[in-house]
């Protein structure tokens, strides 16, 4: 398909939040598998889910793909199979060794040549997006007849503490704005069989709050359409941040809700 990270022609320039979140995971890339317990756990989780599924011909593709811990969890536990890793950060997906991989703002929607995909995966990318219910939706079309889409995603119901704790001081949560796990679901089942659907709820604690943030940040995924807090407006975030019992082993909690979901489109 394509040559290792070569850059597709773009459409119309990124906007200047896309740039934002480009920048940022670019300027964090090699840090980012370090950091990534979770988006790990999570891609080895959605991987299994694609061990038996009956693929057409068509492309695989893991869309948002970053270093490629996704597409190697499928291809490790589905051995044969290889994907194109596509993301719009070429520094992530320079970390893979991957011979396959596809530079390509995802805001534009899916190239040309992957029209009919066979299967197209994707974990803790969609929210990064735009419109991403836009997307999913695009995504489900572009699946040929008998295609596969298996998804992770983070959702409105996550960082509840967090969300909380700033409505508590009167500050803004200047967390990303996630999309919500129904209407995502509503939107794959107008096009796709949905196989299943799981909503997890995945908790971190940490000694405190300010702990979560810089972690986010070192994993690059620090942008936000939201402004950043001043350091005394955080530390009253903290203030307000419940607690965990100290037999529970103390410090600050944060919940992550995940949305994973397969579908297949119908054959016609
Ligand atoms: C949290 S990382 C997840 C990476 C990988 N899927 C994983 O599970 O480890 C989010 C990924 O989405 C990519 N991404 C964000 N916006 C994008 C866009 N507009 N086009 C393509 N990729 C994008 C980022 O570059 C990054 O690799």
Known sequence: MSSA?????????????????????ERQAGRYE?????QRAVAWR??????GLPLPAGPCVDLGAGTGLLARAIEQQRPGLALLRLDNCAALLGLDQAADRLT?????GLPGQLQGASLLVSSFALHWLE???????????SLGPAGWLALAV????????????????????SALPLPVASRLVELASRHLRIERVDHLRFSRQAPSALTFLRQIRSLGAGTSPVAPLQPGEWRRIE??????????????RLSWEMLLLVG???AP
């Open 5 to 25: 990270g070569r850059s597709q022609p773009t459409l119309r320039p990124a906007s200047n939040f896309a740039t934002r979140v480009r920048d940022g995971f």
């Open 131 to 141: 419109q991403p219910e836009r997307h999913l939706e695009r995504w489900c079309q």
């Open 34 to 38: 370090r950091g990534a317990e979770l």
């Open 154 to 173: 983070p959702t409105a119901g996550s960082f509840c503490q967090w969300r909380q704790a700033a409505q508590a001081a009167g500050l803004p949560c």
């Open 104 to 108: 390509w703002d995802l805001n534009l």
């Open 264 to 266: 297949q489109k119908p």
């Open 239 to 252: 203030a307000h941040w419940p607690a965990v019992p100290a037999a529970e082993g103390g410090g600050k």
């Open 46 to 51: 959605l991987a299994h889910h694609c061990r």
